[in-house]
C-alpha cells in the first residue's frame, strides 16, 4: 500500500485547510473574544490595577498588536490574577512555562517563543528556595507578561511565524481563525492537564513535534560517516560491510527492529529497506541501491529544518478538516480521498513541472465533466499549435483530433490561423472528446482563477514514474472512474454502466453536484508527515517551496 496521510492533514493538507480566513497579506488579526460564552469562574484573590497594566503595555512595544486582548481578559476577570498566586506559579503557567522551554530546545528559536525578560521572571519565581530576590514589582510583571506572551506566542506558533509572508510563500489556502482569548481562559481552568495538549493545532502538527523530538536525540547522540554508493545495487542474501552500516542507520529510524550488526542481507533488512524506501518516496523494491544511500546521508540536521518547515505549514491549516474532502499533496504525487474522517482510497496523480508549477490553493468540486472537450490553453496554443496549424493547416487539426470554433462553438477554416501572426488569436482551439484527448475521459472542476483541474489522460504510462512532475499545472488522475463514481456514489441513477457510458461518448457531458454533495478539495505541499501507519514520511521539494520558506523562517 502506498503511503497515507493521516486523517487529520486531515496537512492536509497534511493536505488540510477549508473555511477559513483569508489572508490580505498583512499580520493576521486575532479573531474577537465571545463573551457570550464567558461563565464567572473563582478567581485568585490577588488584582492587577489597570493603570500597572497600561504601563506594562507602554513598556513592551512587542506587545502591543495584542493590547485589546490582553486588556479585555483582565477586565472580564476584574483584574484578578491568572498565572501566579501566593507570589508563586501556578500549575498552569509551569505548563506554559515548559512548553516554551521545549520548543526552544526543539528548533524553534523565534524570539516570540521565550523572551530573556520573562525566562529571568519565571526562573526566579519558579525556585521556591532561591537567593534571587524577587522583588514587590517582579511579580504583577511577570503575571501580565505571562497573559502577553499567551497571546504573543498562540498567534504565532499555533497561527504561523510567517503569517505576513503567505501569498509570497506561494500558499493560497485560507488559514485558520484563533480564538486565543477563549483557548486561554480553557487552558486556565483545567488542571492536571497541559496546554501543549489541548493546543490549537492540527493533529498531523502534534505528530510531527513527537518525531522532531526523537530526531533531535539522533542528531545530538548519533554521529555517522558518510556512505559510500554501491558498485550495483545490494539486494537479499548478499553481505558486505556497507549491508552492516545500513542496518545501523535503519535501526535508529525505527524501520528495522531490534539489534543486528552483522553485514547479512537477510528477509528482515529487506523488510527494513522496503520500509524506509515507501516512507522516503523511492521505488520500492528492497535493494540497497545509491538512491538509499544518498537518502540515509541526509543529516539528521536536515531531517530537523524539514519538519520544522512543514510544522510552519500546519500551524496555518484547520484544527479539524471537513469530514469529507480530497487532499493532493504536490511532493508525494498522490491524491487522498477523505469521507467521514477516515481515508477512503488514494491514487497517483501527476502534477505540473516546476516551471509550470501546480498551485497550492483550495476550493469546492462541483462540476464533473465526461467525453470533455479540451480548449487548448494561451500557452500553448501559441507556442505549439498555431505554428502546427500555420504548416499543415486542416492536416495538423485532423492528427491532433482539433477544430477551431468561434463565438456559439461554430467550427472555423483553419485558413484563419494564417491571418494573426501574434497574440489575440479571437478563436478557441478545442481537442474533440475521444481517446487521444489531453483529458482523457472525464475531468473534474472546482472551479478557480488558476484554471487547474483534476483529470484522467491517455498517457497513462507516467504514473508508473517514481516522480511524476510533467503537466502543465492541472492535475492528472490514475483512477478517474473511481474518482467519478465516488463522487456520484449517492446518485443512484449514475450506475457503473452510465458512466462508462459518459465517459466514452463523443458528446461533452455536464453534471453538476448537488449542493450537499460538493466536496472540498485542497491541494497542498507536504514534504515531511506521519502517515497513518505512524511512519515519517520525507519528500525532495519539487518546487523550491522549503527553500523559500526556510529563507524565510530561518534567515537562509
Request: charged share 20%; proline share 5%.
Amino acid at each position: 500500500m502506498s503511503i497515507r496521510f493521516y486523517t487529520s492533514i486531515s496537512l492536509l493538507f497534511l493536505l488540510a485547510f477549508v473555511a477559513c480566513q483569508s489572508n490580505s497579506g498583512e499580520r493576521k488579526r486575532l479573531k474577537a473574544r465571545d463573551t457570550v460564552h464567558y461563565t464567572k469562574q473563582e478567581y485568585i484573590e490577588k488584582t492587577l490595577d489597570s493603570n500597572q497594566l497600561n504601563s506594562f503595555l507602554a513598556a513592551h512595544p512587542n506587545y502591543q498588536p495584542y493590547g485589546e486582548f490582553i486588556k479585555n481578559f483582565y477586565r472580564q476577570r476584574d483584574y484578578h490574577y491568572a498565572w501566579i498566586n501566593k507570589d508563586t506559579l501556578t500549575e498552569q503557567a509551569g505548563n506554559f512555562v515548559n512548553m516554551m522551554k521545549n520548543d526552544a530546545a526543539f528548533g524553534l528559536q523565534d524570539s516570540t517563543v521565550r523572551t530573556p525578560e520573562l525566562k529571568m521572571l519565571t526562573d526566579s519565581l519558579a525556585l521556591t528556595d532561591s537567593t534571587m530576590a524577587v522583588s514587590a514589582a517582579d511579580i504583577p510583571r511577570t503575571e501580565m507578561m505571562l497573559t502577553a506572551q499567551f497571546f504573543s506566542y498562540g498567534n504565532k506558533v499555533w497561527g504561523g511565524l510567517t503569517s505576513d509572508n503567505a501569498k509570497d510563500l506561494e500558499w493560497f489556502i485560507p488559514r485558520k481563525k484563533l480564538d486565543l482569548a477563549s483557548i486561554l481562559d480553557s487552558a486556565l481552568s483545567k488542571t492536571g492537564g497541559n496546554i501543549e495538549s489541548n493546543a490549537p493545532v492540527n493533529p498531523q502538527y502534534k505528530m510531527l513535534r513527537e518525531r522532531l523530538k526523537q530526531l533531535a536525540v539522533i542528531n545530538e547522540k548519533t554521529k555517522w560517516d558518510t556512505l559510500a554508493a554501491p558498485t550495483k545495487s545490494l539486494k537479499k542474501g548478499d553481505s558486505s560491510a556497507l549491508i552492516a552500516n545500513v542496518k545501523l542507520r535503519l535501526e535508529a529510524f525505527g524501520d528495522l527492529p531490534g539489534h543486528d550488526s552483522s553485514g547479512t542481507f537477510d528477509l528482515a533488512t529487506d523488510t527494513a529497506v522496503r520500509n524506509y524506501q515507501t516512507r522516503m518516496g523511492l521505488k520500492v523494491d528492497g535493494q540497497i541501491s545509491s538512491a538509499v544511500t544518498k537518502s540515509l546521508n541526509v543529516p539528521v540536521s536536515q531531517r530537523i529544518s524539514q519538519i520544522l518547515l512543514n510544522m510552519e505549514r500546519l500551524r496555518w491549516v484547520p484544527v479539524e478538516p471537513p469530514k469529507t474532502y480530497i487532499l493532493v499533496n504536490i511532493p508525494e504525487f498522490r491524491m487522498h480521498v477523505y469521507q467521514d474522517s477516515k481515508l477512503a482510497w488514494s491514487c497517483n496523480v501527476v502534477v505540473g513541472t516546476p516551471g509550470t508549477h501546480t498551485v497550492v490553493f483550495s476550493n469546492e468540486l462541483k462540476y464533473v465533466v465526461f467525453s470533455p472537450y479540451w480548449n487548448v490553453p494561451p500557452g500553448i496554443l501559441y507556442k505549439e499549435v498555431l505554428p502546427g496549424i500555420r504548416r499543415s493547416g486542416a492536416g495538423y487539426l485532423a492528427r491532433q483530433n482539433m477544430e477551431i470554433v468561434g463565438a456559439g462553438g461554430k467550427v472555423v477554416s483553419p485558413s484563419v490561423a494564417s491571418k494573426y501572426a501574434g497574440k489575440g488569436f479571437p478563436y478557441t482551439v478545442r481537442q474533440l472528446p475521444g481517446g487521444k484527448n489531453s483529458l482523457g475521459k472525464v475531468k473534474f472542476l472546482f472551479p478557480n482563477e488558476y484554471n487547474i483541474y483534476l483529470h484522467d489522460t491517455p498517457a497513462k504510462y507516467l504514473f508508473g514514474q517514481n516522480k511524476r512532475s510533467f503537466s502543465h499545472g492541472c492535475i492528472r488522475v490514475e483512477e478517474p472512474k473511481h474518482l467519478a463514481m465516488w463522487l456520484l456514489r449517492n446518485d443512484t441513477s449514475w450506475t457503473e454502466q452510465k458512466i462508462d457510458d459518459a465517459m466514452n461518448a463523443s458528446k461533452e457531458k455536464y453534471v453538476t453536484l448537488k449542493e450537499s454533495e460538493r466536496v472540498p478539495v485542497f491541494i497542498g505541499y507536504f514534504t515531511a508527515w506521519v502517515d497513518s501507519e505512524g511512519r515519517l514520511n520525507f519528500r525532495d521539494d519539487v518546487y523550491g517551496h522549503d527553500a523559500k520558506l526556510a529563507a524565510t523562517l530561518f534567515g537562509k
